[in-house]
């Protein structure tokens, strides 16, 4: 049994976690979910399991996928199909050989028969073969083409998406759930199919050899189909959880590394690993509860048609002791009984296989499902939208400048018994002019830069730049004309030049050297293959500044019609930072620009500064003009603001 003996062999290669590792411990409680930790956004498993999800509704959903490879697949199934029917005549054949050669005593007519068993052998092997190298290809191709699929995704969906989910969540997703998908396509999916067929021919034979033994054999086949639904609502769960621990897992190991440098230097990496071996605890008794439920399916499975198998043997006996059955139909049925043996007791192993492509499906599902527009205007929104349609007909081509008008916005995961974080935002930045933004900690200076570019949507009012409403313009464009370097700089696993030429991929060389100029990122000459040179993950191997500066680059390399920096020079020293405003000064003057400023060092870049309190723009006005009419901002640039900015130009 060729067939049997490789198959069981791959289930062992791909089954290890499935497979009951101990015997099944009927006390074990069923583990509670994982929930949120209170207070904080559901950044892990946001979503649960469906109550009562259909299997097969799921796993539907990939044949969009799987229609491409589809003649493939019923290539793979018929060989396996062939396989497995060639199987089901060696019982036959023995029966043959049993009451031909072996009851008569003939020797010379056993060698064909044997001949025929051979070739049969040969055929299942060649046909196994055959069945995988038929799939393999095509299954990775798919693979590719759905993690594909799932990273574009990711690229389109707005950042509140990436607010909510954990990166380990969608880590997990791209990783083992496409590996559980693909192999269902390889091997459960081909079986299941192979192997319905292959019982159904099975009892055929075996009611043709002898009903009477047919029917005790198949009387298991009942309390079978009721265990089974029993097993899959309960195991579909079990999976789904186990699946979502596993993503909360990877966040945490991200988090663990990313972190090393700060878990290292408060000495909290054993509240960390305390937090790993929690999860993966949690982890281990989920899987050890499926391996449980598999565990007591396999032993009905198994135990009842042995049961069933040794009535047949009995009654089979006494049939041929009267005479009723010959010992080679006896032989013959029971060969045919135990060639079933593997797709019944395969049933469990594929069923929980089915399971965890289904629970993968539904979480690779959940991502793509989501929907791309950045969460939908709020009606808010929608109200202003009327209105946002006149004021850009009315100043549609003139050159206005960054103009916000009546701009609310609220996170949405914000407690509903807190006001709009934004609450009603009128600015107008003229063109060519730049404006300082300035307010308390926390008070929304960074959500109002990023919803210039649409990183967020407004949840009510209207952003116009040049008299066009952001909401019209293709976002592609629209990130085209905003150029934004926020406080934190976030740099690549790449080299210095192609984390600058982000910015704008077409820009020349001479482009890359002016923007580092303008960046003071002087130190990029010194590095050992300059703008070649890698800055590893995250940009770790450069200084907070060097970092900063680069991020700066990036934002101005393309001569951007709208800059927007969140406190871009927070990192710098006295010095550097007065050589970047310096040369800053120069794209300022070509550029309309927003500038997140909390030092009034940065605040003298700006030809005007508005103050952000309570949500709305309390003051505008030149610096000079703010300290004496504003107390917020008085307040705000207190201390060393009035000595550093005596002097200073016309501002
Ligand atoms: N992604 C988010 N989801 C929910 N709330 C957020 C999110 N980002 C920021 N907030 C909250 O919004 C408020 C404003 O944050 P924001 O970063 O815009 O302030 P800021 O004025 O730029 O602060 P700072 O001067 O410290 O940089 C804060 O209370 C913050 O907790």
């Known amino acids: 049994m060729t067939v049997h003996r490789l198959t069981l062999t791959t289930m062992a290669e791909n089954q290890e976690s499935t497979l009951p590792q101990s015997p099944p411990r009927p006390e074990q409680e069923d583990p509670d979910p994982p929930t949120p930790r209170s207070g904080q956004p559901p950044r892990s498993s946001p979503a649960t399991a469906p109550e009562h999800r259909s299997t097969v509704r799921s796993l539907l959903r990939l044949w969009p996928y799987a229609r491409v490879i589809r003649w493939r697949l019923a290539a793979s199934i018929s060989a396996a199909l062939v396989a497995m029917l060639s199987v089901l005549v060696v019982p036959l054949v023995l029966g043959r050989i049993v009451d031909g050669p072996i009851a008569h005593h003939d020797l010379s007519a056993l060698w064909p028969l044997a001949g025929a068993l051979l070739l049969l052998g040969l055929v299942e092997a060649g046909l196994f073969y055959t069945r995988r190298v038929v799939l393999a290809g095509p299954l990775a191709g798919l693979e590719t083409a759905m993690r594909g699929d799932l990273y574009a995704k990711l690229q389109r969906l707005p ?18 759930d496409m590996f559980t998908m693909r192999l269902f396509l390889a091997f459960p999916l081909v079986f299941l199919v192979v192997n319905s067929l292959m019982f159904a021919a099975g009892t055929a034979v075996m009611f043709v050899l002898d009903w009477r033994l047919a029917l005790i054999t198949l009387l298991p086949a009942v309390p079978l189909i009721v265990l089974t639904r029993h097993f ?23 988090e663990s590394v990313l972190g090393i440098r700060i878990l290292k230097a408060f000495g909290r990496h054993r509240t960390m690993a305390e937090r790993f071996r929690s999860q993966t605890h949690e982890l281990r008794e989920t899987e050890l509860h499926k391996a449980g439920l598999l565990a007591n399916l396999w032993a009905v499975i198994v135990g009842l048609p042995e049961l069933a198998l040794g009535c047949a043997l009995a009654v089979g006996a006494y049939l041929v002791a009267q005479d009723e059955l010959t010992t080679g139909t006896l032989v013959a049925f029971l060969s045919t009984a135990l060639a079933l043996r593997w797709p019944v007791e395969s049933l469990g192993w594929l069923l929980a296989y089915a399971n965890e492509a289904a629970t993968a499906t539904d979480r690779y599902f959940e991502v793509l499902d989501e929907p791309e527009d950045g969460g939908a205007p709020a009606p808010a929104a929608k109200a202003d939208a009327t209105a946002a349609t006149a004021t850009a007909t009315a100043t549609a081509g003139t050159d206005e400048g960054i103009r916000l008008t009546g701009v609310r916005f609220r996170y949405p995961d914000a407690p509903d018994d807190t006001p709009d974080l934004l609450c009603g935002i009128d600015l107008h930045v003229r063109r060519g002019e730049t404006m300082a933004l300035v307010g308390a900690t926390g008070s929304g200076k960074t959500t109002l830069t990023a919803l210039l570019p649409r990183l967020y949507e407004a949840t009510g009012g209207t952003i116009t730049l040049d008299g066009r409403d952001i909401r019209e313009i293709p976002r592609a464009r629209l990130r085209e004309l905003v150029s934004v370097a926020f406080e934190e700089p976030t740099l690549f696993s790449a080299s210095v030049g192609e984390n600058v030429l982000m910015g704008a991929p077409d820009a020349s060389p001479e482009q890359l050297r002016r923007a580092l100029d303008t960046a003071q990122a002087d130190f990029v000459e010194r590095l050992p293959a300059g703008t070649e040179t890698q800055v590893g993950e995250q940009g770790l191997s450069l200084s907070g500044g060097q970092r900063q500066r680069l991020a700066l680059a990036r934002a101005v390399v393309g001569d951007p019609a709208f800059l927007v920096l969140d406190d871009p020079l927070s990192a710098l020293d006295v010095h550097t930072e007065a050589l970047v405003e310096q040369a800053l000064r120069e794209v300022l003057g070509s550029t309309t620009a927003l500038v997140v400023a909390h030092r009034p060092s940065t605040v003298l870049l700006a030809d005007r500064v508005a103050v952000l309190a309570d949500g709305r723009i309390a003051a505008v006005g030149t610096h000079q003009e703010l300290l004496r009419s504003c107390a917020v901002y008085r307040e705000l640039m207190s201390g060393e603001a009035a000595p550093v900015l005596e002097g200073s130009p016309a501002r």
């Open 232 to 254: 899959e609502s309960g195991y579909s769960l079990a999976a789904r959880r186990a699946q979502d621990q596993t993503g909360d897992l990877a966040t945490v190991i991200e």
């Open 159 to 176: 950042v509140s998406f990436h607010d909510r989910w954990a990166s380990g969540q969608l880590l997990s997703r791209a990783t083992s």
